[in-house]
């Protein structure tokens, strides 16, 4: 397993600078919730290691540095993501969107056959995210909770190291959430997870450690009780020191 | 796996249909006048099945095929004006014009028989894959890349229409007399031209479903329906494109080298812009996602200009271009679609999911 470890990240859009100067270091194995207000920088941060943006800095993910890559080549060497809204290929059914994913590598001959049989990590991930049985459904079918269930399918099957997800449980009830958070866990033990999210119940249930964003920052990190305790957060989730607990306000303004 | 075995057995009907169709019926009902319409009409579904693939599954909007038609057209023409004119002699029309006293170095090439047919098809394949290199990884796509493909087309027109000389100019390479070895005013050579292209044809749509129900075709489908996505499973999007548009321009070379034959011309006038839009009207109008849809629809369209033509001159284009407009406004899936829209309609509870977008226009 590998760690993620960012240095001096500075994205800018037009003298806009959205992510200033971050330095972050999630370990091999890791669960870590990146949170912060709107406009922090949080997405911009994914976007820019996963190659969508322009970054600064340096972003090394093991051995490798991955600023400068193409955004297919960084999927290659084993980064996945998710978005806000969940992007699966709706006219395709579950288990083609799922083949898809796991076919990065495959040579022109495989390529140009049909698929004759259900590859064994397609299966594995149908069971492991709990859409076995709608396989055979197109994507644009499901719910909105399954769909960011077969979009963590397909980042398992493309056998991704480091998943970074975005606000995955956005919308969803709250067992879908239970569901979603142990899925996560189970995950995290054999894959590096970084998640994105507004959640601070979530947060508080399943995050191994947490790193806060602020004006493109990183203003506060540690354990959820840790950061729960810096004044600094309080400040800017509350506008002023106080003695409130900090998510819980937060969870009303998200 | 029952599902699978239902589509392919209805797929090997299909097939045998079709085949029965254009060998026994066609051959036995039709006149030879209109038995070679058919056979001009066959060409133009040639053309269809590739735009099937890079528009309908692809979403790449192929308004310059005309190129690509041209080329394989021009690719044959030329071999067989130069076996016409019998070895030392030059071209007709270039003794016309008088200036020329030798082949162009370009044309010799074209009286070998086996690289003008190997041309007709990875000359267009071969410009399809340098331009879509340069297109798709510089990322251009929708309306700039059919504006683009249009220009093309307009260009490639344009050129050969300046070249008098060596191309013919506006009036082309025309009067071609035979068809390696076979005298084309023989009725029943012109059969045997057409045999030849209805078997290209079924063999094309053969391979394009082929391929569409390949790995690669459900990848095809995800790329058009979200790019960037498919980027992010590691994939490059670019290439995915790229074989789907060169597999196309093939299609359209091998219909355009097939036309010369049926038609016995091959201008400029052919394959401009406004050829090149027909091309994709026929498709659009039976439905561009849709094999058989794209293929009858390009049938019908080819059979409703030479019909109404002849009855309207002035009328038709107005005709056409409504008929593009309407299909795509009102029935993007195309006529294949037709059935499950009337089904939809039918049913009291709309099934929202199952809605046929075939992705944007553009």
Known sequence: MSGLEIRGLRVSFDGFTAVDGVDLDVRAGDLRFLIGPNGAGKTTLVDAVTGLVKARGSVRFGDEELLGRSVHRIARSGVGRTFQTATVFEELTVLQNLDIAAGAGRGAWTMLRRRTSVPEEVATALDTVGLAELADSPAGTLAHGQKQWLEIGMLLVQDVRLLLLDEPVAGMSHDERQATGELLRRISEERTVVVIEHDMDFMRSFARSVSVLHAGRVLSEGTVAEVQADPKVQEVYLGHAATEDAGDLAVREA | MNLLKGRSARAWTGFAGAAVALFAVAPAALSDFRLGLLAKYLCMAMVAVGICLAWGRGGLLTLGQGVFFGLGGYAMAMHLKIADA?????????????????????????????????????????????????????????????????????????????????????????????????????????????????????????????????????????????????????????????????????????????????????????????????????????????????????????????????????????????????????????????????????????????????????
């Open chain 2, 86 to 362: 019998g070895p030392g002699n030059l071209p007709d029309f270039m003794q016309l014009y008088g200036t020329a006293t030798e082949l162009p170095w370009w044309w010799r090439p074209f009286g070998n028989p086996v690289f003008a047919l190997a041309a007709t098809v990875l000359l267009p394949m071969a410009v399809a894959a340098l331009l879509g290199l340069f297109v798709f990884r510089r990322r251009v796509k929708g309306a700039y890349f059919a504006i683009l493909s249009q220009a093309l087309a307009s260009a490639f027109a344009i050129w050969l229409v300046g070249q008098q000389a060596t191309t013919g100019g506006t009036n082309g390479l025309t009067d071609i007399q035979g068809f390696f070895g076979y005298a084309l005013d023989d009725p029943v050579n012109q059969r045997m031209v057409y045999f030849v292209i209805a078997a290209a044809l079924l063999l094309l749509i053969a391979l394009a479903r082929q391929l569409i129900h390949s790995r690669y075709g459900e990848l095809l489908v995800a790329v058009r329906d979200s790019e960037e996505r498919v980027r992010f499973l590691g994939y490059d999007p670019a290439n995915v494109k790229l074989v789907a548009y060169v597999v196309a321009a093939g299609m359209a070379g091998l219909a355009g080298a097939l036309f010369v034959p049926a038609v016995g011309i091959i201008s400029p006038a052919l394959i401009g812009i406004v050829p090149s839009i027909e091309f994709v009207i026929g498709a659009a109008v039976g439905g561009r996602a849709s094999l058989v849809g794209a293929v009858l629809g390009a049938i019908a369209v080819a059979w409703a200009k030479t019909a109404l033509s002849e009855e309207f001159p002035a009328g038709w284009t107005y005709f056409q271009g409504l008929l593009f407009v309407v299909a795509l406004a009102f029935l993007p899936g195309g006529l294949a679609s037709l059935a499950k829209v009337l089904r939809r309609r039918g049913a009291t509870a709309p099934a929202k999911a199952a809605v046929v977008t075939v992705g944007e226009a553009a």
